[in-house]
């Protein structure tokens, strides 16, 4: 499973990190961490904080054929930059 934050709509609400701790954390004030390569044992918690980020910021695709898992309706949801271990907006 690959994740990556759109860390431009990221608003830092941290819904991500309460959900999905082991995944995302939020360090200071502004910076979201992530691990971009989650554990397939970590799926459903990634795929809960994916549904709950309110700007859908997070994109989930699963390894095998790359489709897009958890990212909510609407055009652009979850795209963008991201994709390192970490990042700050």
């Known amino acids: 499973m690959r994740l990556v934050v759109d860390l431009n709509r990221c608003q830092g609400y941290a819904q991500c990190a309460f959900l999905a701790p082991d995944v995302f954390t939020i360090h200071g004030e502004e910076a979201l961490l992530y691990n971009p390569h989650a554990d397939a044992s970590q799926r459903r918690q990634v795929l809960c904080a994916a549904s709950a980020c309110p700007v859908q910021a997070i994109l989930v695709e699963d390894d095998l054929d790359d489709a897009p898992a958890g990212a909510g309706p ?12 970490s990042g700050v907006r």
């Not at 949801?77 to 994709?83: I, M, P, Q, V």
Request: hydrophobic share 35%; glycine share 58%; charged share 0%.
């Open 74 to 85: 609407g055009p652009g949801a979850g795209a963008g930059a991201g994709g390192g271990l």
